[in-house]
């Protein structure tokens, strides 16, 4: 079957780094993608990882591990407008997105 | 990139009426979607709107209740018929192109039903 999870909430404080975990489950995979959501506002992509390694864009990294089904992403010198919640989704064989059901990163100063 | 916009916003609606959401995007995708997100939850695939032909819904969704249109490659309208309070949701409707990291998000549509 296909499987998606991530920690429901964390917490980190302004100017650290924090790192989301998503782990899955599937037969057929074209991709591991990570979006970030603002209350009340829609999805926006983040970066989208389908061979193994780590993506680097600005403050923000994807980590893909396929043989493990494990992705992470890391937020480097957090800033107060990173607060939102973070989605993990896989791409199945059929160009499915499947969704975790969202990390809630709360900054604090 | 593409660009999707959806009609309305948002909207308070009675139980017992339907509601057209419409969703246009500024150039042609291959395939379009519609989603319900919960408060608080993640997103929830109603299901994929299919060019001139009828839309493919995930378990739990059928047409009588969310009929779905896609007349063409860049418009499409989610109906919401007979609404209930449990209907109370995000509607998003996003887009892919061709490569498989090409997916798009409209603002989506704040739906209650009172």
């Known amino acids: 079957g296909q499987n998606i999870d991530q920690p429901t909430e964390m917490t980190a404080t302004e100017g650290a780094i924090v790192q989301i975990n998503c782990t899955y489950q599937?037969?057929?995979?074209?991709?591991l993608f990570w979006y970030q959501q603002h209350a009340g506002e829609a999805p926006t992509f983040l970066s989208y990882n389908v061979l193994d390694g780590l993506e680097e864009k600005g403050r923000f990294s994807s980590f893909l591990s396929r043989s493990k089904g494990y992705s992470y992403l890391l937020l480097k010198e957090l800033q107060m407008k990173d607060s939102a919640s973070y989605l993990c989704?896989?791409?199945?064989?059929?160009?499915?997105?499947?969704w975790g059901a969202g990390t809630k990163l709360i900054i604090k100063p | 990139s593409a660009v999707i916009s959806q009609k309305p916003s948002r909207d308070i609606c009675q139980r017992g009426t339907s509601l057209t959401i419409q969703c246009q995007v500024d150039s042609q995708v291959t395939m379009m979607f519609w989603y319900r997100q919960q408060p608080g939850q993640s997103l929830t695939l109603i299901a994929t709107a299919n060019q001139g032909s009828e839309a493919t819904y995930e378990s739990g969704f059928v047409i009588d209740k969310f009929p779905i249109s896609r007349p063409n490659l860049t418009f499409s309208t989610l109906t919401v018929s007979n609404m209930s309070p449990e209907d109370s949701s995000i509607y998003l409707c996003s887009g892919s192109g061709t490569e498989p990291y090409e997916q798009y998000f409209g603002p989506g549509t704040r739906l209650t039903v009172t």
């Open positions: 599937t037969s057929g995979f074209n991709g």
């Open positions: 989704a896989f791409m199945d064989s059929n160009y499915q997105l499947i």
